[in-house]
Antibody, heavy 117, light 112 residues
């Protein structure tokens, strides 16, 4: 059974940093692109970042470019999102998703990031 | 960025009756590889999104055949042949043909 478990969500002050991780199981992690997608009550679902199997291709939402970094450790079946210079508008539930056939076929349960002073 | 416009945003439906949700993209979703990366998700209250349909009309494993997707270029539709109580959820369209991937605002399906 495919499972994606996110962790690392927290309350952080504006300008602060946070690292999210996602542990995958139930499939061969190294064969798939992976995504981070976030959700807020106000803006709905928003794609954040994508990464290919080896880390040679990475794509980011414009508003997080230069602040967020997606990475992965295929040996540990884990996906990471390093978030720096956090803003209030980054407050959201962050989901780790697997990509298959051009979209996210499996989603984790999400981890809540709150950016507030 | 490709804007995905969903309608309606709220859809009250009688049990057993059909439902249809439209999604229009601001530009063609034809990818350079010839495929159209149009996806529909269902999000039940308190749950993570679940993929129902990918590449316009392909149903994911375990998705009832009451759900179907259709469309081309910029106009897409998700149809539920007859609505059951389990279908109460918010439905989102998403395009993955162009970076950044973008979602519609969601359509809330509820029982009348």
């Amino acid at each position: 059974e495919v499972q994606l478990v996110e962790s690392g969500g927290h309350l952080v002050q504006p300008g602060g940093s946070l690292s999210l991780s996602c542990t995958a199981s139930g499939f061969t992690f190294s064969l798939y692109w992976m995504n981070w997608v976030r959700q807020t009550p106000g803006k709905g679902l928003e794609w954040v970042a994508s990464m290919d199997q080896e880390g040679s291709e990475k794509y980011y939402l414009d508003s997080v470019k230069g602040r967020f970094t997606i990475s992965r450790d295929n040996a540990k079946n884990s996906l990471l999102l390093q978030m720096n210079s956090l803003r209030v508008e980054d407050t959201a539930v962050y989901y780790c998703t697997r990509v298959d056939w051009g979209s996210s076929d499996y989603w984790g349960q999400g981890t809540l990031v709150s950016v507030s002073s | 960025d490709v804007v995905m416009t969903q309608s309606p945003l709220s859809l009250p439906v009688t049990l057993g009756q059909p439902a249809s949700i439209s999604c229009r993209s601001s530009q063609s979703l034809a990818h350079r590889d010839g495929k159209i990366y149009m996806t529909w998700f269902q999000q039940r209250p308190g749950q993570s999104p679940r993929r129902l349909i990918y590449q316009v009309s392909k149903r994911d494993s375990g998705v009832p055949d009451r759900f179907s997707g259709s469309g081309s270029d910029t106009d897409f539709t998700l149809k539920i042949s007859w609505v059951e109580t389990d279908d109460v959820a918010v439905y989102y369209c998403m395009q993955g043909s162009h970076w950044p991937w973008t979602f519609g605002r969601g359509t809330k399906v509820e029982i009348k």
